[in-house]
């Protein structure tokens, strides 16, 4: 079993920067391919970033040139940094984990963005 905690999410302006966070658990983190979602109020949970256990890493095209995903590996954590954020933004934001094709999900972080 693989635990994901998500963090960092918060009240930010438009324009503004925000970090998230994401903590997997287990001995094998090197080798996850690890995500961040989101899901605005009404809407489809949505694909934002992955990254690869090589550190390959693919964005959503709304996200290119505003949003990073990076991992740590000797802390087993993901960032995803996020920059010029938009109202549009506010959403939760979660976290996943692909361990040999079975999926771990966190509890997700709020973000809001105000206009």
């Known amino acids: 079993q693989v635990q994901v905690v998500e963090s960092g999410g918060g009240l930010v302006q438009s324009g503004g920067s925000l970090r998230l966070s994401c903590k997997a658990s287990?001995?094998?983190?090197?080798?996850?391919?690890m995500a961040w979602y989101r899901q605005a109020p009404g809407k489809q949970r949505e694909l934002v970033a992955t990254i690869t256990s090589s550190g390959t890493t693919t964005y959503a095209d709304s996200m290119k040139g505003r949003f990073t995903i990076s991992r740590e590996y000797a802390k087993n954590l993901v960032y995803l940094q996020m920059n010029s954020l938009r109202p549009e933004d506010t959403a939760v934001y979660y976290c996943?984990?692909?361990?040999?094709?079975?999926?771990?999900w966190g509890q997700g972080t709020q973000v809001t963005v105000s206009s």
């Open positions: 287990g001995s094998v983190f090197s080798l996850y391919t």
């Open positions: 996943q984990a692909d361990c040999a094709r079975t999926l771990y």
